[in-house]
């Protein structure tokens, strides 16, 4: 039975397993490993994996595809430390916030006889662990794909169909250019959100403002609840997309101080506030064509191609291999009925 | 029937509308004005008011209570205008984001015949207008309420009352603190979101930003839909406290830039996100008990109370003038007493 791995089972492995049981892929053994004690236990009865194991190398034993979702720094380390146990023709992905350092350490570290495709599901939650996990998490959301060109084709289709069977849409996109624009659309903002929950909680007045705040401080704040883990791996493996950016940030912040301190009533502050909530209706209206899957997709066709994909490698290696004991064997042979007593 | 007026039918009006309408007080007539042609109308299909008047003086004529519902710097023209129509006795507010002018044009604006206290129903939500009215949008959400040592008992009470009534939990503050406390946890948190789609959406990769913006970026950003002649005239009249925290903001993203220019692995820079975390989540499990009231409140008695408190001095006035009206016509029987052909 084809073998999928997890490694690192907090709310994205958690959510990827439960999301690929929920489409009842039949003949897909979900082997899940985490570094954190007790975890694939919890997983297991979750019912997020089928099995648990007891290290990384284990769990990539016999696997043909493997996904890792740690921690962006972890990456590194379980590329290292699984390079040795992949199977011929297995396919790596990953799940990580940035890219760019991923492609170079799978580049670096792992053997030439596996491929890798970079990945990384925009969707996510406020809460972190695998007791977040939700089956729903990737529906209709973007996965980043950062396949390059040394990338077989092959590999690239699989991991499509992975992302397809748990529900999301799968976005080919350059390593470098992903980490630029995310740094915008997610590692800044994020980055934000910590600031100002920093900034109030840190305030004499905390009690009292956290008594007055409303819905909007809370959705202003909300990605400050993210895994620490991930904000810091984010920020020093996105350095320079992410201060970039928080530098146009900064300038952005002081165009609209100005405008406040000139004050002049509606003129233009308001023009500035009306630009903005105008641009994000039309944004918001424009969701639901950049949410969905643009083709209806057949999930499990995906499914079914998703398999003989990653056992297609195995048919092969395992056809030759016959093939050679079968050559061996003839050749065998042929010596054994030159030593036959009966002769020819 | 006591009567009570709300001047301007957007979110907050309407939704005040709908929201005492649900409580099913009898003997309450709720009279609207909108500025907008054709808002009060669709108010009046919604059921958020049962009559609809075509001048903010004529909506206020009768009302024992009035509710001004516009952005802020309007609030300043209805106070002008309605003035002079008010009923002796009638209790005012408002639901306006920044409370220390609002309350000194009261001051300036209204006669001493009438009682003011300003108020603010920390609650919103993405949509603005009439369409987007909810009856339970003030559910166990705080309401601030500041009178001033000028203010009575029984107007404070018909307001608490009202709020309560709508499902809010009153809460009673100084409108200068309250304004440097909204600055904090409200107003830079919504200006913050409107910088950084207004910084998104004004990039040249704005299109592919937009393609891989995620649920975070939907959230960080969400203020940035707010009524932008709200958020202009919060930005206005509460000017130094938003720039204060503005400032105050700056400075600590600078901290923060500083450390992820530093990139220590696990150092100084994973502290800082780790604390935000925690202190997050210590501030939601904590949000239960600031977001429903700390007692229970009977609904319907706060209700009657608050229609008790808003005629209460209609019927001093009225006893009075049927007392004088007696006194008049008893002196008129005197006079006829005299002049009657019949002598005594």
Known sequence: MPRLAIIGLGLIGGSLGLAIKRAQLENLEIVGYDAE???VGRARKM????SAARRATSAVEGAAAVIIA????QVAKVLEEIAPALEDG???SDTASTKREVVRWAGELLPDTVDFVGGHP?????QSGIEAADASLF???PWALTPTAATSERAIKTIENLVTVVGARPVLIDAEEHDSYLAAVSHLPALLSTVLFSLASQSQAWPELASLAG???RDATRLASGSPAMSHDISLTNRENLLHWLDRFSEELG???NLIEEGEERGDLYKAFLKAQTTRDAFLLELPSHAGPEKKVDIMSAGEQMLSLMVGEYLVRRTKEIGELLERRAADDDGDASRSPKGR
């Open 37 to 39: 004690r007790g975890v």
């Open 47 to 50: 019912g997020a994996v089928d």
């Open 70 to 73: 740690t921690p962006v720094l």
């Open 90 to 92: 297995a396919v790596v």
């Open 122 to 126: 925009i969707a996510g939650k406020e």
């Open 139 to 141: 529906e209709g959301r």
């Open 215 to 217: 819905p909007g401080f």
């Open 255 to 257: 165009r609209f101080r």
